[in-house]
């Protein structure tokens, strides 16, 4: 300090006006701050996620299930059509998308069930006695074994046919006596009284060779045979040796005539539009060779359902079998129903949720749509189709559940059927006649990006002078809502263009560029752009 004519003068502070404008100053530059801090702020709310370039922002590229993100983007310009989502093509090569064409052939429906041999009800004997008895000797002594028409069962002691022989033994020497009688009565009434004896002999199934015997032997005989009065085998008995009692309400031997077998096939009922009478059945063994495959027809359809398999017996009839199928046996069962000609699709294109089904169409240059179809008849390899396709379509064969990835096609099932809203004179949905290659920037950053692209036509001609209009889209997902950015492009020279656009976030973002002319749209094409 210096003191003149008694003052005290400080050289070091400043005077008051100077301290002033740094107070100023300093207010200054803490309002901008505070005012650029809830600018951010505020956009980054808007766009549903933090700041661009936040490392919240960054996390999202590597966010699980979130990789293929740009294949489902729905087209953020106005002439893109609606339900339809884009895979690039070197992802459709790593998840193996295939696609075939819907095709018109002959169609044959295939019905393949199980079925099982049973003998023929029709020749089905039960042998029984017509009197009461005691079986004393058993020929046929054993289920299985085959029996001949006229070959003895067994015999039986009966006091019946005991007295009946009698009886028709004294009837036959009376009419010896008798039938020269000059009386017609006596000789008539001896004779009737012979053939009465001798019915009732034959009633009892005592045969005619015995009674014969009966009468050259001019004795009573104890024992008589029962015959078998048909050819088959014997699939029940009850006819055992020594004395056992017997009386007409037994049944003693189950007889069947296994000349014709029946095949019963189970089918469901929802192949009964396909059956009917006469239609020609393949039969096979399932361990056998094709040496013992028979064919048959239909004979009879059960007018029944069984509640407890829901099918319907089918019956297939197969004369002289030689016993290569035999009863309780359980064979294939194939019968094939020519269906014409009809608009069928590969049965793995076909996506049945049980009150949807829909395909996926391959519309090219990367995109495809979810589409509702009327499906008819079905076989093992391919589905015919009555509604929702034509000849010649593309379908989804392979990969076809990633695409159908819920979380990933709301947007694009919201409007599945419903018309493409395309300005007047834009392109068909889904087809691109336009080139675009982005010179930059290969890599974005989030947040603003200067683009320069290159503009061709189909035939690889630059586009001059046109009106360039590029949008970033990105759909929603879970409880992000969808985001979308656009920017108009100026024109460089030679058909490359630039501008200025915003990344919203970290993401591949599925870029759509549009060409004008004079108001009229000339082409569009789609890419992406990843920004990290």
């Given at each position: 300090m210096t003191e003149s004519n008694g003052e005290i003068h400080d050289p070091v502070s400043p005077p008051k006006g100077r301290?002033?404008?740094?107070?100023?100053?300093?207010?200054?530059?803490?309002?901008?701050?505070?005012?650029?801090?809830?600018?951010?702020?505020?956009?980054?709310?808007?766009?549903?996620t933090n700041a661009p370039g936040s490392a919240n922002a960054g996390d999202h590229t590597a966010m699980p299930g979130m990789a293929m993100g740009d294949r489902n983007a729905k087209p953020a310009d106005a002439g893109s059509g609606l339900g339809q989502i884009y895979i690039a093509p070197e992802r459709q090569q790593l998840i193996g998308v295939k696609s075939a064409s819907a095709e018109m052939t002959s169609l044959t429906k295939e019905i393949r069930t199980v079925a099982r041999v049973a003998y023929d009800e029709t020749k089905l004997t039960h042998i029984h006695t017509k009197v009461t008895g005691f079986i004393e000797e058993v020929f046929v002594d054993y289920v299985g074994k085959s029996v001949k028409a006229g070959e003895p069962l067994?015999?039986?002691?009966?006091?019946?046919?005991?007295?009946?022989?009698?009886?028709?033994?004294?009837?036959?020497?009376?009419?010896?006596?008798l039938k020269d009688s000059a009386f017609p009565w006596v000789s008539g009434g001896s004779k009737n009284l012979l053939e009465a004896a001798r019915q009732r002999l034959l009633l009892w199934d005592i045969g005619t060779a015995e009674i014969e015997a009966l009468e050259k032997r001019g004795e009573v005989k104890r024992a008589l045979p029962i015959n078998s009065p048909v050819t088959g085998v014997v699939m029940e008995r009850q006819a055992y040796h020594h004395g056992r009692y017997v009386t007409p309400e037994m049944d003693l031997y189950t007889i069947v005539d296994l000349s014709t077998v029946w095949v019963l096939g189970q089918v469901y009922e929802s192949d009964l539009p396909f059956l009917k009478l006469g239609q020609t059945v393949q039969i096979e063994l399932p361990y056998s060779s094709n040496l013992n495959r028979r064919q048959g027809r239909i004979v009879f359809i059960s007018p029944t359902l069984d509640p407890k398999t829901r099918a319907v017996e089918v019956r297939v009839e197969f004369p002289k079998p030689d016993l290569t199928f035999k009863p309780d046996m359980f064979v294939n069962f194939k019968l094939s129903v020519p269906l014409g000609r009809q608009l069928t699709i590969p049965a793995d294109a076909l996506l049945d949720t049980g009150t949807l089904q829909y395909v996926f169409v391959d519309r090219g240059q990367g995109y495809f749509e979810p589409r509702m179809v009327k499906v008819g008849a079905r076989t093992e390899n391919v589905v015919a189709i009555e509604d929702g396709l034509k000849a010649g379509d593309q379908v989804v064969t392979a990969a076809n559940f990633i695409l159908d990835s819920e979380s990933r096609l709301k947007g694009a099932f919201a409007n599945m059927g419903e018309p493409s809203r395309v300005p007047v004179g834009a392109p068909a949905p889904g087809r691109q006649n336009l080139q675009v290659e982005i010179l930059e920037p290969k890599t974005a950053k989030p947040g603003s990006n200067s683009i320069r692209l290159l503009l061709k036509d189909s035939s690889g001609k630059p586009i001059e002078d046109a009106e360039v209009q590029v949008g970033l889209f990105m759909p929603q997902m879970e409880n992000m809502p969808p985001m979308s950015s656009d920017a108009v492009l100026k024109h460089e020279g030679g058909g490359v263009y630039s501008g200025t656009i915003q990344f919203l976030m970290a993401w591949t973002w599925e870029t759509t560029v549009t060409a004008k002319k004079n108001g009229q749209v000339i082409g569009t094409a789609k890419t992406t752009i990843t920004a990290r």
């Open positions: 301290r002033v404008w740094v107070i100023v100053l300093v207010v200054g530059v803490a309002l901008a701050s505070l005012s650029l801090y809830l600018y951010k702020r505020s956009m980054s709310e808007a766009a549903g067994f015999t039986i002691y009966s006091p019946d046919l005991v007295a009946t022989q009698q009886e028709y033994l004294l009837a036959l020497k009376s009419n010896a006596v």
